[in-house]
């Protein structure tokens, strides 16, 4: 066999070379978005407050003296009594007209405060808040009522005017909250 025969079939015996050019670029694009990836994870726990951020360092002394200046509370403010709700008998019920139609609204009401004392002066003036609940809710603008804001105004105000009728009455007026439980609106 002469040479150039054995040469043409070495050559044709060796693998060809790979390009490896691409199997470079193919590792940088999965380093690149793995480091993308791990980057919006870290960044997503540090604004959500995991990792501790950069707090000033404060000496034992200036925590003394902050704590001296701060108004001791007691212990009976800081356990808060549990809730006492008292739900309303019976359903507010009202019309009023909206661009000359007649509409119609149903509320139920139940209030919250932690105090009994609250509860029993909200009892014995029913009648009162029950006369001042049904002029507020009878004028009411339909469309201020149709979204959640508006409900939600509307239930701060009932909750002004209950705790303004204890308060002319000379009862504690210390209700936490008061909630529509029902709400019917045609």
Do not use: C, W
């Not at 060809?16 to 590792?27: C, D, E, H, Q």
């Not at 603008?141 to 009728?165: P, V, Y």
Request: negative net charge.
């Amino acid at each position: 066999m002469p040479l150039d025969e054995e040469a043409e079939e070495v050559k044709q015996a060796a693998p060809a070379p790979k390009p490896k050019g691409n199997l470079l670029k193919v590792i940088v694009i999965v380093l690149s978005v793995l480091l993308a990836i791990v980057g919006s994870v870290v960044a997503t726990l540090y604004f959500a407050g995991v990792f501790p951020g950069t707090e000033e360092v404060v000496s034992d002394e200036e925590v003394v003296a902050d704590e001296e200046k701060k108004p001791k509370k007691s212990k009976k403010k800081e356990s808060k009594e549990p809730a006492i709700y008292l739900a309303f008998e019976s359903p507010f019920v009202v019309n009023f007209i909206d661009k000359n139609q007649i509409r119609y609204l149903q509320i139920n009401v139940e209030v919250m405060a932690r105090d009994q004392d609250v509860i029993d002066a909200i009892s014995t003036h029913m009648p009162k808040i029950k006369n001042n609940f049904l002029v507020l809710f009878s004028d009411l603008d339909f469309e201020m009522i149709t979204n959640a804001a508006g409900k939600q105004k509307l239930r701060d105000l009932a909750l002004e005017e209950l705790r303004s009728i204890l308060k002319e009455e000379g009862s504690k007026n210390d209700v936490e909250a008061l909630y529509f439980t029902g709400f019917v609106m045609q």
